[in-house]
């Protein structure tokens, strides 16, 4: 497990209730993390328990998809009491944007009545995955030094050469959404020195898929943390396993 990065860094873990997203609070908890500050738009018991068990962990309520609110919440001093400590953070050495749903699992032109208007079920994806994540880049990116990293979680099922099935369209164009974003902002921050990753998690064990995954969300942030010590990435699509993947 990599500890060199992460040890005495400030870390800001957006999405962090539950799956994925608290697994790496909890990982870099343990490896000495300097501060570590998890927002999510609800605070699960994992979360509630894990900040009351250590002391350099806090948790803040914000919902991504709303720019101005985030843009409020953490410019406003800092509060005094734990649980929402949230409001003012000087240095992000690492932002971790890690939100997203996925959205109905049906081929687009062959939903069940049951079933939303596809249209809508892919601008709420979308609104959540691509401009989430673009929203917590915004409210944090002023306070990374350069050598910062923004890791943006992404998909094998982002990519265009492998798309050879036609479930889970919408989860799949918003991800294809996120990685351009990544290599824009990847770009864009190059003078800043602050390198942009897209990383593929993996077919995680979760929520969100109901338990149908390969690995385990342990497994999944071992890599991932590994992956993200590397240096030369910034700009491209990684996965946890240390294996690239075709856009």
């Known amino acids: 497990m990599a500890t060199s990065f992460f040890g005495g860094k400030n870390i800001v873990v957006i999405g962090s ?6 697994e790496l609070v909890r990982q870099l908890s343990e490896q000495g993390s300097q501060s ?7 605070e699960s018991e994992d979360i509630s328990k894990l900040v009351d068990s250590v002391d350099n962990v806090k948790f803040a309520l914000a919902d991504v998809r709303d720019n101005e609110a985030l843009k409020v919440r953490f410019s406003s001093a800092e509060s005094t009491d734990k649980k929402n400590a949230a409001g003012h953070i000087d ?7 890690v939100s997203g749903v996925l959205g109905s699992p049906s081929p687009l032109l062959n939903r069940p009545s049951s079933e939303p208007n596809p249209s809508e079920d892919i601008l709420n994806v979308f609104a959540i995955n691509v401009l989430g994540t673009f929203n ?3 409210a944090f990116q ?3 030094p350069s050598g910062g990293k923004i890791m943006l979680m992404s998909s094998t099922m982002a990519s265009l050469e ?6 889970n369209p919408a989860y799949s164009v918003a991800k294809a959404g996120v990685n351009m974003l990544g290599r824009k902002l990847a770009v864009e921050l190059k003078d800043r020195d602050i390198n942009v990753i897209l990383m593929s998690p993996g077919v995680v064990r979760t929520e969100m898929n109901d338990g149908q995954g390969d690995i385990s969300t342990q497994q999944s942030v071992e890599g991932i943390l590994r992956e993200l010590t ?3 990435t910034s700009g491209t699509f990684l996965r946890y396993d240390g294996q690239g993947w075709p856009w």
């Open 17 to 22: 209730a539950r799956g994925i997203g608290f």
């Open 36 to 42: 570590i500050l998890a927002i999510d738009r609800y």
């Open 91 to 97: 240095l992000v050495d690492c932002l971790l944007c």
């Open 136 to 138: 917590g880049i915004y």
């Open 142 to 144: 002023s306070k990374m």
């Open 162 to 167: 492998t798309a050879t099935h036609s479930l």
């Open 230 to 232: 590397r240096s030369g």
